[in-house]
T-cell receptor, first 114, second 113 residues
């Protein structure tokens, strides 16, 4: 079984501040991990993903995430928030072993203040 | 490429009415998925398909049916709509399964009164 927990349904930061969105997962086999972003009235689009190899993954728009097996975490960060980063962010996990059904977290809404 | 498209974008139904949502992708993807998104619930998988002619149930399949007669299309049907099916519906596709990214459509906003 696999599951995803996103801590905090809303995160508020000032423009220029560090963005940290938290994601913890549960998986009985090595996981594949994803972060997606959803802008208002749009579908989701992939920010970054971890499959194997380097545990620090860089994505689009300056975001990155680090896979920490010991902490079962895959937190998303960005050094300096822009107003355009305001959106809903979803963490997702797919377990290896032939499963192709991703499990999504409930989402975190990022609010960026000027 | 258009990517993943969904028809219609908006729809209002009365309780008991039926409708079909169409998803089309032009990327020759094998896997297609239907999700519903409700506030505070994230995305929940309704049904999915791993190839033409195949379908399978997801987390919340009750009240929905699907068909994948052509590789590029994935249809979601509501036979007798209920207010609990008021939601935003997203279709997604991917080239393969486990490690592949999903491409999402723009969504269909459905209201059942």
């Amino acid at each position: 079984a696999q599951s995803v927990t996103q801590l905090g349904s809303h995160v508020s930061v000032s423009e220029g501040a560090l963005v940290l969105l938290r994601c913890n997962y549960s998986s009985s086999v090595p996981p594949y991990l994803f972060w997606y972003v959803q802008y208002p009235n749009q579908g989701l689009q992939l920010l970054l993903k971890y499959t194997t190899g380097a545990t620090l993954v860089k994505g689009i728009n300056g975001f990155e995430a680090e896979f920490k097996k010991s902490e079962t975490s895959f937190h998303l960060t960005k050094p300096s928030a822009h107003m355009s980063d305001a959106a809903e962010y979803f963490c997702a996990v797919t377990s290896g072993g032939g499963s192709y059904i991703p499990t999504f977290g409930r989402g975190t809404s990022l609010i960026v203040h000027p | 490429n258009a990517g993943v498209t969904q028809t219609p974008k908006f729809r209002v139904l009365k309780t008991g009415q039926s409708m079909t949502l169409l998803c089309a992708q032009d990327m020759n993807h094998e896997y297609m998925y239907w999700y519903r998104q409700d506030p505070g619930m994230g995305l929940r998988l309704i049904h999915y398909s791993v190839g033409e002619g195949t379908t399978a149930k997801g987390e919340v399949p009750d009240g929905y049916n699907v068909s994948r007669l052509k590789k590029q299309n994935f249809l979601l049907g509501l036979e007798s709509a209920a207010p609990s099916q008021t939601s935003v519906y997203f279709c997604a596709s991917s080239y393969s399964g486990t490690s592949a990214k999903q491409y999402f459509g723009p969504g269909t906003r459905l209201t059942v009164t």
